[in-house]
């Protein structure tokens, strides 16, 4: 049977708006973009530190950007509950080695799920270092990725660290339409790749097929 993680999401939220304390949650980011509806929604009822962790962006230049864009929009945006931004190293070579024997596997398939799991592993340690109350991503957000695996990823990575991982399929309810909207509305710039090589060259293949 297929879960609505957010519905999961929303009956967890119920249970903690019943509560004094306000949660802390330590979120994963792969872009401002994406991270932007996230960031809207959650920060109503978390208090969030946004972590950029993304050693598959090739290449520098795009990294910068990415974060530059990140810090950008958290400051011009508004929330109820702080939220802070906490930069991640960029460790490209992290990313290749885990990549190694799977270049040629078309985007969506197993080298993804390992990416999937890179970023979120990092991030599921700091959520327990940091005594942190839940951890998730921001890339259940994206229509190309596969919220099933992220989630089923949170939770394997929820036991083995001892931190809960707050489920999520935010593209749900209009969410990635909602963050084209607010991408738009701060001029936040939006990427056309993942973030990888990989990716990057699949993108170009298409565009290539297009004629465009």
Same mark, same amino acid.
């Given at each position: 049977?297929?879960?609505?993680?957010?519905?999961? #999401?929303?009956?967890?939220?119920?249970?903690?708006?019943?509560?004094?304390?306000?949660?802390?949650?330590?979120?994963?980011?792969?872009?401002?973009?994406?991270?932007?509806?996230? #960031?809207?929604?959650?920060?109503?009822?978390?208090?969030?530190?946004?972590?950029?962790?993304?050693?598959?962006?090739?290449?520098?230049?795009?990294?910068?950007?990415?974060?530059? !864009?990140?810090?950008?929009?958290?400051?011009?945006?508004?929330?109820?509950?702080?939220?802070?931004?906490? !930069? /991640?190293?960029?460790?490209?070579?992290?990313?290749?080695?885990?990549?190694?024997?799977?270049?040629?596997?078309?985007?969506?398939?197993?080298?993804?799920?390992?990416?999937?799991?890179?970023?979120?592993?990092?991030?599921?340690?700091?959520?327990?270092?940091? /005594?942190?109350?839940?951890?998730?991503?921001?890339?259940?957000?994206?229509? #190309?990725?596969?919220?099933?695996?992220?989630?089923?990823?949170?939770?394997?990575?929820?036991?083995?660290?001892?931190?809960?991982?707050?489920?999520?399929?935010?593209?749900?309810?209009?969410?990635?339409?909602?963050?084209?909207?607010?991408?738009?509305?701060?001029?936040?710039?939006?990427?056309?790749?993942?973030?990888?090589?990989?990716?990057?060259? !699949?993108?170009?293949?298409?565009? !290539?097929?297009?004629?465009?």
């Amino acid at each position: 049977m297929n879960r609505n993680y957010q519905k999961e #999401l929303d009956k967890l939220i119920q249970t903690i708006e019943k509560e004094e304390k306000t949660p802390r949650l330590f979120l994963h980011s792969c872009c401002a973009p994406c991270s932007s509806y996230v #960031l809207e929604y959650l920060s109503e009822y978390f208090e969030i530190t946004l972590f950029f962790y993304n050693p598959n962006i090739s290449f520098k230049e795009e990294y910068e950007k990415r974060i530059r !864009e990140l810090r950008r929009m958290t400051e011009e945006m508004a929330f109820r509950h702080p939220v802070h931004v906490e !930069e /991640g190293p960029y460790d490209p070579e992290k990313f290749f080695q885990m990549a190694k024997g799977l270049e040629d596997v078309p985007e969506g398939g197993e080298r993804c799920f390992r990416c999937y799991r890179l970023r979120m592993e990092e991030t599921a340690k700091l959520a327990r270092d940091g /005594g942190y109350d839940y951890f998730t991503t921001t890339l259940s957000i994206s229509p #190309l990725k596969n919220a099933s695996k992220i989630n089923e990823i949170g939770e394997e990575l929820g036991e083995i660290y001892g931190v809960a991982h707050l489920p999520s399929d935010f593209k749900k309810r209009n969410g990635y339409k909602r963050s084209v909207e607010l991408s738009a509305e701060y001029g936040l710039y939006r990427q056309n790749y993942c973030g990888c090589v990989f990716s990057k060259r !699949e993108q170009e293949k298409k565009r !290539e097929a297009e004629g465009k």
